[in-house]
């Protein structure tokens, strides 16, 4: 088996195959090639360890709602249940993530 790490283009994507010991594979897809050349990178000098050279924080997901508060001239104030700090934004246009505090905010369905 081949355990080195391989770059394939997929679609106009870019694919990183990691092989583990087992012989399975984990595929990680980016955007750019730069990025998985990073990882790549990063993996290979790391030994996937997650440490003070990796590129990104590791943190837990934090998840709020938007609370309706009141409308203001056809606008709408928002407060993230996560933080409490208020938004101004059409009701149509709410945020995915709150933008203080990063909480992923919960899709009300209704």
Not at 62 to 81: L, M, P, S
């Amino acid at each position: 088996m081949d355990n080195k790490l391989k770059i394939r283009e997929v679609c106009g994507d870019y694919a990183l195959d990691i092989p583990f010991a087992d012989g399975s594979v984990n595929t990680i897809y980016f955007n750019s090639k730069r990025n998985a050349e990073n990882v790549k990178r990063i993996i290979e000098i790391d030994g996937s360890k997650p440490n003070h050279a990796t590129v990104c924080e590791m943190e837990e997901i934090r998840h709020g709602k938007w609370e309706f508060e009141k409308d203001i001239c056809g606008c709408a104030w928002f407060t993230c249940t996560n933080c409490h700090k208020y938004i101004i934004m059409a009701k149509h246009r709410l945020y995915p993530y709150c933008p203080y505090c990063g909480a992923k905010m919960e899709v009300e369905n209704g």
